[in-house]
């Protein structure tokens, strides 16, 4: 698929989210360099299922409810800095992401950015890659449409988030 481009056809409002978080720095990410990212954009939360399912949607009230904190926690990204979250709905063209790292009590909210479907994302001699990483002081992401991530595959998308989304090392399609 040389050259694939997200054009006209693409859906704007779903999106897959490729992020890789810092680990925390306080209470017990002081010692374990681990995560469990949440991904919060506007009122809705996502719990991912791994690089080839819908992540689970939650209000934000059952998001950080006890429910997510001692259960489920972060679903298929539990103990990981780095995670695929699948058929996000951004609700307009530009919304606001929050990643979560989820603890037991005072949950780890990382800076919130206003986001939009990365335009220049693209798969290209069986690579994925996207220009517009979103860099903030504690993750990287990348906002891929979702029909592209789903061309790309779930194996290109993990190798994505194994070479921390890194603008010039592309994640080969397989």
């Known amino acids: 698929m040389a050259g694939h481009t997200t054009g006209t056809a693409s859906r704007a409002d779903r999106v897959t989210v490729l992020i890789v978080m810092a680990p925390g720095s306080r209470g017990i990410r002081r010692w374990n360099k681990t995560a469990d990212p949440m991904l919060c954009v506007e009122g809705t939360c ?17 998001a950080f409810g006890p429910s997510v904190a001692l259960g489920d926690r972060a ?10 979250f699948r058929n ?16 037991i009590v005072r949950h780890d909210r990382r800076e919130a950015r206003r986001v939009a ?13 996207c220009q517009r990483t979103i860099e903030a002081a504690d993750y990287r ?3 891929v449409p979702e029909d592209l991530a789903r061309a790309a595959g779930p194996s290109a998308l993990q190798t994505a988030l194994e070479n921390g989304l890194a603008t010039r090392v592309l994640a080969h399609k397989h």
Do not use: F, H
């Open 141 to 143: 992401a990348w906002i």
């Open 75 to 84: 679903g298929a990204c539990n103990n990981t800095l780095s995670c695929v």
């Open 117 to 129: 479907a990365d335009p220049t994302c693209n798969i290209e001699r069986g690579y994925l890659a």
């Open 46 to 62: 996502y719990i991912a299922d791994g690089p080839g399912k819908a992540a689970r949607s939650l209000s934000r009230s059952k």
């Open 88 to 103: 996000v709905e951004l609700p307009g063209t530009t919304a606001w992401m929050q990643p979560i790292d989820l603890r």
